[in-house]
């Protein structure tokens, strides 16, 4: 159910803030996630830990508050690209100085952050599709205050010729809208509990992404396992069924061996989350259940 409340930008703000950070929490905790932090440790990651990622998603919070704040109501132009860019950079180095210069999020302020900028450019009334087409079209406009930055997720899209970060926002976080929020209703619906739900989506999303993440650390070998890995579970019957969840676990096991982690995956889900709660159109839909996190 959605619970926004009628209190204007303020207001909204601050509950579209709550509900990012709580997003990245969900997705954190949520076990058994393949090569990813989660509740049982750090999974191929030798500088997480659940604790870290939790205490970068609450130094995230404030970042998120302003770019709700400031998007409200207003039209994707380049003024606003240029504000979302440097409020999203000093959202990095907030989340840096939270971690001790560990990379936690970087992937996710930029999903979570345009989702909740276009949220509030829509007055926290906008279906999921319309968020999204909001998120793409300021995701397209050019920050030309943007650094010139050579990242690591950038040379993976050149060495291997697929679209990254930037791209799936570009094109409207096809991953999110195609893949994951169905997944995410068709599982509740056919009776799954929320937390195998949502590992259902992850999975959906882990079926086609091209996880500059996954490409750094282990190449293409790396990305074929996780992407067929993903489709067994859901072929297996998805999370809720015990055959999917031994897929699961042997998938875990292969992105252990081979230290890939989909961190972009992760960051969709966490996405995902957000976009389940605010949009309107979902109200409706999927009323959550009394175990959820939120
Ligand atoms: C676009 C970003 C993510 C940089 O992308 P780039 O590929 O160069 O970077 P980097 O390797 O550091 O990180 C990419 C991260 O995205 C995630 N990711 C990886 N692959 C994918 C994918 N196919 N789709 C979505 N996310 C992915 C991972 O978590 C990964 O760690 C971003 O940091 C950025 O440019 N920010 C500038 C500030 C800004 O404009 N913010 C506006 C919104 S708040
Ligand atoms: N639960 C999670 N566990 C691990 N990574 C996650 C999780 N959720 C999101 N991520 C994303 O994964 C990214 C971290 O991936 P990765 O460690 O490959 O990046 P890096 O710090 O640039 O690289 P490396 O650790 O290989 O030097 C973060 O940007 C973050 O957005």
Redesign the pocket.
């Known amino acids: 159910m959605k619970l926004q409340p009628q209190i204007g930008s303020e207001g909204s703000a601050a509950w579209l803030a709550r509900v990012a950070t709580q997003s990245?929490i969900t997705?954190?905790r949520?076990s058994p996630?393949p090569?990813?932090?989660?509740s049982r440790g750090s999974?191929a990651?030798?500088?997480?830990t659940l604790e870290l990622?939790e205490r970068s998603a609450h130094s995230l919070s404030p970042t998120f508050h302003a770019l709700a704040l400031q998007s409200w109501q207003r039209p994707a132009d380049i003024a606003l690209r240029q504000l979302v860019g440097r409020l999203g950079r000093e959202g990095e180095a907030q989340m840096m100085a939270a971690t001790g210069g560990?990379?936690?999020?970087?992937?996710?302020?930029w999903a979570l952050g345009l989702l909740v900028a276009a949220a509030a450019m829509h007055g926290c009334e906008g279906s999921s599709s319309e968020i999204a087409a909001s998120a793409a079209k300021l995701a397209s406009l050019p920050d030309s205050c943007a650094p010139k930055v050579f990242?690591?997720?950038l040379l993976a899209t050149r060495r291997y010729r697929v679209p990254g970060a930037r791209e799936e926002a570009q094109l409207g976080f096809p991953h999110i809208m195609r893949l994951a929020l169905p997944q995410l209703r068709r599982s509740r619906q056919s009776g799954a509990t929320e937390e195998q739900a949502r590992l259902d989506a992850l999975m959906a999303i882990m079926t086609s992404l091209s996880d500059t993440?996954v490409l750094?650390?282990a190449g293409l070998e790396g990305l074929e396992t996780m992407q067929n890995g993903a489709r067994s579970v859901l072929v297996a019957g998805g999370t809720a069924t015990a055959q999917g969840r031994a897929a699961l676990a042997w998938l875990d096991k292969q992105m252990l061996a081979l230290n890939a982690?989909?961190?972009?995956a992760?960051?969709l889900?966490?996405a995902t989350l957000l976009v389940d709660r605010i949009a309107c159109d979902n109200a409706t839909l999927t009323p959550l259940p009394q175990h959820s996190h939120f």
């Not at 560990?102 to 302020?109: C, S």
């Not at 982690?261 to 972009?264: D, I, L």
């Open positions: 990245l997705e954190a949520l996630k090569g990813l932090v989660d999974g990651h030798h500088d997480l990622m560990v990379n936690t999020h970087r992937g996710a302020i990242s690591k997720g993440c750094s650390r982690s989909p961190g972009g992760a960051d889900l966490a």
